[in-house]
């Protein structure tokens, strides 16, 4: 993408990449599109229904995505209301019973990781943003991009579905382990756990035809896909892939689940951490720091994330020798993932920080996921886990890596590309205003829960009166705080969407350009017509060229012909090597 | 620090709550560094009229050192944390000491069966004492324990030993304990396992040697004992699952 000067030199090169875009188009009738194809308006079904228009898809993952978020935002406040108020009647929902606390904690978990942040960072930023960062015109299998979403669509409806079938959804936790998932007798809900599993397998399919984070993604799934067949034999079947007394093994599912379940926070992570840095380098001016090394860490994160599963495991009866071996791989992992926050830290040396909304979301991110990382060396290191394992200690672990990647960075995201995506601008002070009071309120719910989870509590408890230690004044005031902050992180999610809402329609027109940036998207007008660019774009730098000395402008966008960045006499200004297309 | 919250009833759990101050101490320090750092960079970088940003590419080894020194201070602290945490994890989970008393524990939706080994000190004996979420030991003793599970996946969580170990069925799951402390302590389920896991509770009572002969004696009285025929473990284990199986697959 970093050709430079076209000079007679690099007029070859220059050609290659022509030649190599046009391999992105598809030749097939129904979905090319020139860029001047402005004479036929489709309609509406062609428009939404049926669009192949990258945009149009990404955009209704991110919208499915939001949506769902209100689904599983909505479990959260009714469950954290039991759990702070055991027995009290919840606004909204009435009395939650053991059963409803359980599968509500089941589906939040299931909807906020399949449903919310996958769908908007793979299937929204991936989808849309892709495609314009790399001056294609379109994905390149525009029709199976088109049924993937289609699939996730009919797979959230099959969820929702579920919460409405006799003896109810499925409460035995997001992991599902078997026999309690594989047998009703034991979970009591027989339409339930059918439900949910197909719905899971059903948005793998989807996340499988969108060839994104392909080669991590599908490694990690395969096995997984084959445990969910298995798991659905023994559900409707009546086979005993998992169960003991006919042969089977129970264990056999936690495995394949975490063999999954491990590269998943990584799959997650990357394009979050991709998000962070494309806000960080345009409000910080600033070149990305050391662009090879993170590409490095991000490649050994992916391949380490394979062998990391059984930390999950340490104390599930997996022979306790194999724990040295996970905790060794685990604490290694830390190694590249550290290295690529200290390279974000170290681009913000020697910026010129404007610390806009999203600019806000992007410093937070690192600020909070830091702590997400840290406190989870206390989980990887065997010793400490047999005391952390399954205490709230984890579960506040878990939201201070996920909630940076699922919404920090989707907030970041969000407000960064809003003016491409609808042609406006977001009102900054609302932004800002919804951000502070997210983060603090944020802070406020999990950090009580790490507190109550060092002095013991268990996950997925409905009511502590029957722990007489964990049934104290003090445990329940630091329950009633978390509580608390999260019914206040909740209510600034409605500046939010207001703003959302009122700024797709009313909000200052945004020319291509607003922030100033380098990358291709912002070449295209906002919003890109189907086809992005008027002509295709050609590129004559890499990405991050911010504030080159000798030069007027802070910024140098990739599409602009110009000089040779060594021939400005940059310090460091070595010509980039030629990467990719 | 877990001892501020929670006594320390075994052996192992000053072990692990040493382990625990250790990785706090260090990765708390190095967290308030790098927060300290960023949000150090964010003032003192913050956008001014007339001062532009620098230009670095990173890419040179003068300007690399910066983060790889850090970066090898993770790897020093890495292997620190991992021989600390492999040392617990082998004294707590792999090395298991000669034992005192042998007790049985058999988790079930949603109670805990313990089978305590009697006057005899062998189980599966006529003398065995039963008893349902109520567990009983001595203190100082060395506890070996084995671990069923007769429908789903359980948790046998003792928080003030510091002790988990999850119980699967279809596998005997061996470990042990020392309880160095008297009195009566939480015995959590920490897995999912269905609509009664927050009821699954249970009680560790710990004694003196007088008290628990006391305990045991009241408890035979009462009828806890095993009754003629002799409990076995089969017996104990296979019961559940006919009637799991029976109630349906699906």
Not at chain 1, 42 to 64: C, E, R
Not at chain 1, 142 to 157: G, M
């Amino acid at each position: 993408m970093s050709d430079h000067a076209p000079d007679a030199t690099h007029a070859s090169g220059v050609a290659k990449t022509y030649a190599r875009r046009r391999w992105y188009r598809s030749r097939d009738a129904v979905t090319s599109h020139t860029p001047d194809a402005t004479t036929h308006v489709p309609g509406f079904v062609k428009k939404y229904l049926w669009s192949t228009d990258h945009k149009t898809i990404g955009l209704q993952y991110m919208l499915t995505g939001m949506a769902m978020a209100l689904i599983g935002a909505f479990a959260a406040y009714v469950f954290r209301m039991q759990a702070a108020f055991p027995g009290a009647s919840v606004p909204l929902f009435g009395r939650v019973a053991a059963a409803d606390y359980n599968y509500l904690v089941t589906m939040h978990g299931t909807i906020m990781i399949f449903w919310v942040a996958m769908p908007v960072l793979l299937g929204g930023f991936g989808n849309y943003l892709i495609p314009l960062m790399l001056g294609c015109d379109d994905m390149v299998f525009p029709r199976v991009n088109r049924l993937s979403y289609q699939v996730f669509f009919l797979s959230s409806v099959v969820l929702l579905a579920s919460f409405f079938v006799p003896g109810g959804a499925f409460g035995g936790a997001w992991t599902a382990y078997p026999p309690l998932s594989a047998n009703s007798a034991y979970s009591m809900t027989p339409f339930g756990s059918t439900l949910w599993l197909l719905a899971v397998a059903l948005e793998f399919v989807a996340f499988l035809l969108i060839v994104i984070a392909a080669v991590l993604f599908m490694g990690s799934v395969g096995p997984l896909v084959a445990g969910a067949v298995m798991l659905l034999l023994d559900q409707v079947v009546g086979t005993g892939f998992y169960d003991p007394a006919r042969g089977g093994d129970p264990v056999l599912w936690q495995h394949l689940f975490w063999f999954f379940g491990h590269p998943e926070v990584y799959v997650l992570l990357l394009p979050a951490m991709g998000v962070v840095a494309e806000v960080m380098v345009v409000f910080a001016r600033k070149k990305l720091f050391a662009y090879r090394t993170i590409v490095y860490s991000a490649v050994a994160t992916g391949i380490i994330s394979f062998f990391v599963w059984a930390h999950h495991q340490f104390v599930a009866g997996i022979d306790p020798r194999m724990a040295s071996l996970f905790s060794l791989t685990t604490l290694i992992i830390s190694i590249p993932v550290a290295e690529m926050f200290f390279v974000y830290i170290a681009t913000l040396y020697g910026g010129s920080i404007r610390l806009t909304t999203p600019m806000l979301w992007a410093l937070a991110f690192v600020a909070e996921f830091l702590i997400g990382g840290v406190t989870g060396i206390f989980l990887g290191s065997a010793g400490s886990d047999i005391y952390f394992h399954d205490t709230y200690f984890v579960v506040a672990h878990f939201h201070y890596t996920f909630f940076p990647i699922a919404f920090i960075a989707g907030f970041a995201g969000i407000t960064f590309w809003f003016p491409k995506m609808f042609g406006r601008m977001m009102n900054e002070t609302w932004g800002k205003v919804h951000f502070w009071g997210t983060i603090i309120a944020f802070n406020i719910c999990f950090i009580p829960l790490f507190i109550t989870g060092t002095a013991g509590d268990h996950r997925r408890i409905f009511d502590y009166a029957m722990f007489a230690q964990l049934a104290t004044p003090e445990m329940q005031s630091l329950r009633i705080l978390a509580t608390r902050a999260l019914l206040v992180t909740l209510a600034f999610q409605v500046v939010f969407i207001a703003n959302f809402v009122y700024s797709m329609f009313r909000g200052a027109i945004a020319d291509a350009n607003p922030w100033k940036a380098n990358t291709l998207e912002w070449l295209a007008p906002s919003p890109p017509p189907h086809g992005n660019f008027a002509t295709m774009p050609v590129v004559y730098r890499g990405p991050y060229e911010y504030c080159v000395p000798n030069r007027a402008e802070d910024y140098w966008p990739q599409h602009e012909p110009g000089g040779d960045i060594a021939e400005l006499g940059a310090p460091g200004g070595r010509r980039p090597v030629q990467q990719g297309i | 620090m877990i001892s501020w919250l929670l006594p320390q009833a075994s052996t192992f759990a000053s072990t692990i709550d040493g382990l625990v101050l250790l990785i706090a101490v260090i990765v708390g320090f190095w967290l308030i560094v790098a927060e300290v750092v960023l949000f150090g960079f964010i003032f003192k970088f913050r956008a001014r009229d007339g001062i532009r940003g620098q230009y670095v590419s990173g890419e040179d080894k003068s300007q690399k050192q910066w983060v790889s020194y850090p970066h090898y201070a993770v790897v020093v602290f890495d292997i620190i944390i991992i021989a600390a945490a492999l040392r617990v994890w082998n004294e707590v989970k792999v090395e298991v000491p000669p034992a005192d008393e042998q007790i049985r524990i058999i988790a079930q939706q949603w109670s805990w069966t313990f089978v305590h080994a009697g006057p005899d000190g062998k189980l599966d004996t006529r003398d065995d004492i039963r008893t349902v979420d109520d567990m009983y030991v001595q203190r100082d003793r060395v506890y070996t324990f084995e671990l069923h599970a007769r429908d789903v996946v359980h948790s046998f969580s003792v928080p003030a030993f510091r002790l988990k170990q999850d119980a699967v069925p279809g596998r005997a799951i061996r470990g042990w304990f020392k309880p160095t402390l008297e009195g009566t302590f939480d015995i959590q389920c920490a897995e999912m396992c269905g609509m009664g896991h927050g009821l699954m509770a249970g009680r560790v009572h710990i004694g003196s040697a007088a008290q628990y002969a006391a305990w045991m004696t009241n408890l035979t009285k009462i009828g806890a004992a095993g009754t003629a025929m002799a409990p076995t473990l089969m017996a104990d284990v296979a019961a559940h699952d006919h009637a799991g199986t029976a109630g349906g697959t699906r």
